[in-house]
Structures are given as C-alpha cells and as structure tokens.
C-alpha cells in the first residue's frame, strides 16, 4: 500500500482480520448449543464459539474447555491425527488468550503477565508440535 504509513497499514489489516473473524463466527451461537454437544467438540469446532462468546467477555468457561482438551490430548497415543489436534488446540488456545491480552490493553493500563506469557507458551507449543510432526518419519 504505497503512501500509507507501516502503523496505518497494521490498523488496517487489524481491523480486516477481526472484520473476518467476526463474519466467521456468526452463523454459530455457544449460548444457542446444549452443554451435552460442547463436550465433544473439534479444535475447528470449538474456535470459532470462543471467538464469539470471547466478543461478549465470556472466557473462562473456554480456558477450561482447551485446557481439558490439550490435557486429554497429551495423554492420549501420540498419533500424528492426535498431535495435529492438540497443535490445533494450542494454536486457538493462543488465538484466545491473545484476544483476552487485547481486551485488557483496552480496557485497562495495566496488562496482565501471567497471560500474556500463557499466550506465547501455547503459540510456541504450535511451533514445537509442528516441527515434530513434520520430522516425523512414519
């Protein structure tokens, strides 16, 4: 984008992202869907309900649900399909707890640490798993 400033053209593309992610997520409803049919629910799945509820200040019951999730996931047979879903778990855990780190830099001075750096902890966990998966001979 040639005359824009580099700060102007993140607050763009920033605004395009959410804009997208907005439109994603609307045809899915969290408060709409039994407790019974979340307990089951896919990374893919589960993502965009969080995303949702997380535009509404909803986001405990989602850090439990991921967190159940990744624990589940790595206990269970380290399978190439079961580490491809624990990375994608990883992947929007991070992508929720970054939106929770934004919330808190709008809504508040102060930031808080120990989210901040369970963000980069999961974000990094995406990185590790997918370097082992793509090493992985079998």
């Known amino acids: 984008m040639p005359g824009r400033k580099k700060s102007e053209t993140k607050i763009l593309l920033h605004f395009i992202l959410m804009g997208v992610l907005f439109f994603l997520a609307m045809p899915v409803n969290a408060q709409e869907r039994p407790g019974e049919e979340l307990k089951n629910l ?20 989602w850090f439990a649900r991921f ?3 990744i624990n589940r996931l790595t206990s269970a047979e380290p399978s190439i399909a079961n580490q491809v879903e624990l990375m994608k778990f990883h992947f929007n855990y991070a992508g929720l707890l970054g939106e929770l780190c934004h919330t808190l830099a709008f809504t508040s001075k102060y930031q808080d640490e120990k989210i901040a750096n369970d963000f980069l902890t999961h974000s990094r966990r995406v990185k590790t798993i997918a370097k082992s998966i793509l090493s992985d001979d079998s």
Request: glycine letters at 8%; proline letters at 4%.
């Open 42 to 61: 896919t990374a893919g799945e589960m993502a965009p309900l969080a995303l949702k509820d997380s535009m509404y200040y909803h986001f405990d019951e």
């Open 67 to 69: 967190t159940g999730e």
